[in-house]
């Protein structure tokens, strides 16, 4: 039975965690829970730790962004073949870590500069000061000739290029000295990394989840020896995501009947049921959640979808859509916006939106209410909060 410790990480100080899990891919230490300094730490109990796989190094909480936060059990040779994958794919480099630490994209970023022999730089406190700061003391950590690499998530990214004064004019020079900006943790929009791409960045999307031991997709193309498969395709070829590949967790700790639903075999290979929806034909490209459809008048609709239409209006910085109940048609489609600092929330931009999506969308999709915003509301890894967003009942009627 593998020992299993809960490890409270402190983001202002990584050395401690670093260390740990350097020991624990080594085989030389226990297994970490990694959990944020201050939180309340995880308990496990012995019946759990006995099913656990003898080579287990971490058990990393999932997101929880749609129910109750899993505990995926991976193991040295999963976490050491991502990032082994990940060189492969962008090359080995020195990191700047701007993530939580105790979440399994910040974990990654440990774990690929316990892999390279660097060590990352942190920014503990998320802003465009810090982020310049920050990347002048990686370039100078960094071995001649080395490539600089960071993972940011998209509102991180946002932040970059919504402004032109002298402090986004300094953070976007910093940025463009990174090989790699790797950006995941939630659905980046199209628009977005156009703009990024355009203005010089080396914007890579990830793909992945604590159950892959972080990003496995990386630009729609899988890491080498992962593997995507889609369920049960429509017409359309969309269906549900099943990944398979070295870097896949154990499963759930303390929960072998999750496990048994989650982490099949089929086709001769050890595959994971995302909750995702998309298609594959050589690229892969996520449409939406399972959870996250939204079923009105007896037609399918994907919130992701009808965001990319939504973002495409100018003067719309950021969109999340959701469905809210109807008396007729079971569930409608309602978009809570956030718009531009420059543009007001008015008839006018109600009207553009509405042209735009009817342009792109088909009837049934096309949002029926609209809620204006300050700022989205977020999960703690950065993600857009549906269900909060979902409980408001003050929406103004788009058509």
Not at 63 to 73: D, E
Not at 348 to 356: A, D
Request: net charge negative; proline share 8%.
């Amino acid at each position: 039975m593998p020992e299993l410790v809960p490890f409270p990480v402190d983001r202002a100080d990584i050395t401690g965690y670093y260390e740990a899990l350097a020991a624990a891919l080594d085989g030389a230490g226990p297994a970490l829970a990694p959990y944020e300094a201050g939180a309340p730490a995880p308990e496990f109990d012995a019946a759990a730790l006995a099913a656990a796989p003898d080579d287990l190094a971490l058990v990393v909480a999932t997101s929880g962004s749609t129910g109750t936060p899993k505990r995926a059990m991976l193991t040295r040779g999963a976490l050491v073949a991502s990032a082994t994958a990940t060189h492969d794919r962008i090359g080995a480099g020195t990191w700047l870590l701007p993530l939580p630490p105790h979440h399994i994209a910040g974990t990654q970023v440990i774990v690929r500069s316990i892999v390279s022999g660097t060590t990352p730089t942190v920014l503990d406190a998320w802003s465009l000061e810090g982020f310049t700061k920050a990347t002048g003391l990686v370039a100078r950590n960094a071995p001649p000739f080395s490539p600089i690499h960071t993972s940011l998530v998209p509102t991180q990214l946002r932040d970059l290029l919504d402004g032109d004064d002298e402090t986004h004019t300094r953070a976007l020079a910093a940025a463009r000295r990174y090989r790699s900006i790797l950006v995941g943790g939630s659905a980046t929009p199209r628009a977005l990394l156009e703009r990024a791409r355009e203005g010089g960045l080396s914007v890579v999307t990830t793909y992945g989840s604590s159950e892959t031991s972080g990003g496995c997709v990386y630009d729609g193309t899988p890491l080498d020896g992962v593997g995507v498969r889609v369920i049960e395709p429509d017409d359309d070829g969309v269906g549900r995501i099943a990944l398979t590949g070295p870097m896949l967790a154990a499963g759930y700790l303390g929960d072998p009947e999750r496990t048994a639903v989650t982490f099949v075999d089929e086709a001769g290979a050890h595959h994971f049921l995302t909750d995702d929806l998309g298609s594959f034909d050589g690229t892969l490209a996520i449409t939406g959640r399972i959870d996250d459809v939204i079923t009105t008048g007896g037609y399918k609709v994907s919130p992701r979808v009808v965001e990319e239409a939504v973002q495409r209006v100018p003067g719309v910085r950021d969109a999340v859509v959701v469905a809210r109940p109807h008396e007729r048609w079971g569930q409608t489609v309602a978009v809570a916006i956030v718009t531009d600092a420059a543009v007001d929330a008015t008839e006018e931009l109600s009207e553009r939106l509405l042209i735009e999506c009817r342009r792109l969308l088909p009837p049934y999709a096309v949002p029926r209410l609209v809620r204006y915003e300050e700022a989205l509301p977020l999960t703690g890894v950065g993600k857009p909060d549906r269900a909060f967003v979902a409980r408001h009942d003050q929406w103004q009627n788009l058509r």
